[in-house]
């Protein structure tokens, strides 16, 4: 059974683009958040969505967005990228309707490095 | 904010030794999870707990919920090597989202 697969695994892009992040979930999962992870602040919520519907977002600017599709595959966008926005990007799924309450299965991240 | 306070921060131990690891708040869960990292990857998930008070054992780990669904301990015994990670504890607050502690990097030295 394939894992939460992420891709791109690692990227480079230069201060003021945009960039986009893709999460495939484990066949089956159609509850998908994101989280981002740096050295200072940890894991920090981004957002979450279950069956193309975003139930919930973190505090972080609009410069984040991100969707679901009907496949239950997950984008992340993040528009006009800053310095602090160099981070690992997690993607994590599950089979249930309560999201994270039993756990969540996360992929292996896509790290970004803003320059 | 809902905060997790995770204890100790870093632990470097000799192979055969036990050791805690603790997540406190003040906040109550509704479940409370427990990840093993290791570099360049993703979160591994070790454990759900869900009901004030359970205590939960895989293998030489138990896990502990408290009474009151605000703070969870991880307990290894006779640790290994292949213990070495970073331990992170994640409560579940309202709105379908974890609340990660700081982490706990712990080596195992053989």
């Known amino acids: 059974k394939a894992g939460v697969t992420q891709t791109p695994r690692y990227l480079i892009k230069t201060r003021g683009q945009q960039v986009t992040l893709s999460c495939s979930p484990i066949?089956?999962?159609?509850?998908v958040s994101w989280y981002q992870q740096t050295p200072g602040q940890g894991l920090q919520f981004l957002f979450e969505?279950?069956?193309?519907?975003?139930?919930n977002k973190g505090n972080f600017p609009g410069r984040f967005s991100g969707r679901q599709f009907s496949n239950s595959r997950s984008e992340m966008n993040v528009s006009t990228l800053e310095l602090g926005d160099s981070a690992l990007y997690l993607c994590?799924?599950?089979?249930?309707?309560?999201?994270?309450?039993?756990?969540?299965?996360f992929g292996s991240g896509t790290r970004l490095t803003v320059v | 904010t809902q905060l997790l306070e995770q204890s100790p921060q870093f632990l470097s131990i000799q192979e055969g030794e036990n050791l805690t690891v603790y997540c406190n708040s003040s906040?109550?869960?509704?479940?409370l999870q427990w990840y093993r990292q290791e570099p360049g990857e993703g979160p591994v998930l070790l454990v759900t707990?869900?009901?004030?008070?359970e205590v939960k054992k895989l293998k030489r780990l138990t896990f502990q919920f408290g009474d009151a669904r605000k703070d969870s301990s991880l307990h290894i015994t006779a640790a290994q090597p292949g213990d070495t990670g970073l331990y992170l504890c994640?409560?579940?607050?309202?709105?379908?989202?974890?609340?990660f502690g700081e982490g706990t990097q712990l080596t195992v030295n053989p």
């Open positions: 707990v869900v009901t004030g008070g």
């Open positions: 906040s109550v869960f509704s479940s």
């Open positions: 994640a409560g579940e607050t309202s709105g379908s989202r974890l609340t």
């Open positions: 066949s089956g999962h159609r509850s």
């Open positions: 969505y279950f069956s193309e519907t975003q139930r």
């Open positions: 994590a799924s599950s089979p249930h309707n309560q999201g994270p309450h039993y756990g969540y299965t």
